[in-house]
């Protein structure tokens, strides 16, 4: 019998009084099969990619604001059999160049870049898969460049609609009050690298806030490592940026098929959210994974590659 995965709601409280070390651990891409990377030039820098599989093209569009394309590792290599998966960096994250000045990072800048890096890949058209703050990017990129989109695929999207209440973050439900002085303890460790703290708040239950699964240490390694990376500056001025967008009425009528995938577990939102982001986008379809956090496509991989191969068969 396969062991039983510890989840969110099992509410188990771990504390680790003493700091712990992060772990030395290797990048995904450094272990996977097939991947074949490369840079795109954009307006002064380069973007880093990686490609893999054949078939139609699936843009992959990371969240954050500020994570690197390698959190959809290893899980998107399933994705690879029906389709070919550009993985890429955002300029100031990643491997992607960052900004001297800071002033290219804008969200008007950020859909520049990934249609000058379709065009540098040789696409048409392809298919834009955005996931948490990726989604609000990719919707800012089929409102520019309709007519470069097969098919829209938003997973646990943000969204910019202010008038609208999306409900109070459920981050905090499952977590204890110990938890909760540990995590803010180990934040405000003066001496401690950033990363060290991020590993140790996970470690005592910040993981929480947006996982099912409980995820190893060997997964929050990476996380720190490689995952969450953004250059001084990037997130503070995309966050800016984003308050001045307005999506009301302005998908109503996108032509795209469009496919939303939002988990029941997922906690960054009330738990309204997924209907209140379908009716933004009427036409499109939605799907609710029931035993999935903010990244479903780790938690139900079966269930998520599913609705992605017949979504692509569709756009096919």
Known sequence: MPT??????????RIY????????????CEQIAGLTARRGAVADGTLYCETQGAGTPIVLLSGGPGCSHHYFHPSFSRAASFAQVIYYDQRGTGQSDPDPTGERYALRQ?????????????????????????GFLAQCYALEHPDRVLGLVLVCAAFALPQVELGPSRQSDFMSPEE??????????????????IFNAHLNGDWKRQNYYRPSEEQLARMV???????????????????????????????????LVEARWDLTWGADKPQM????????????LEESGHSPFDDEPDGFFSLLSRFMAQVE
């Open 277 to 288: 982001l379908h009716q933004h986008l009427p036409r499109a379809q939605l799907a609710i």
């Open 110 to 134: 950020a859909v520049e870049d990934l249609d000058r890096l379709r065009r540098e890949l040789g696409f048409e058209q392809w298919v834009v898969l955005g996931h948490s703050y990726g």
């Open 225 to 259: 490592r490689y995952e969450w990376t953004p250059a001084p500056g990037f997130q503070e001025r995309i966050n800016e940026d984003w308050r001045e967008f307005d999506f009301a009425g302005k998908l109503d009528d996108f032509a795209p098929p469009t496919l």
């Open 17 to 28: 009084e003493a700091l712990r070390d992060v772990p030395d651990v290797r990048a995904l």
């Open 180 to 197: 909760q002085a540990r995590i803010e303890a180990v934040r405000q460790e003066p001496e401690v690298p950033v990363e060290q703290r």
């Open 4 to 13: 039983r995965r510890e989840t969110v709601l099992d509410r188990r409280v």
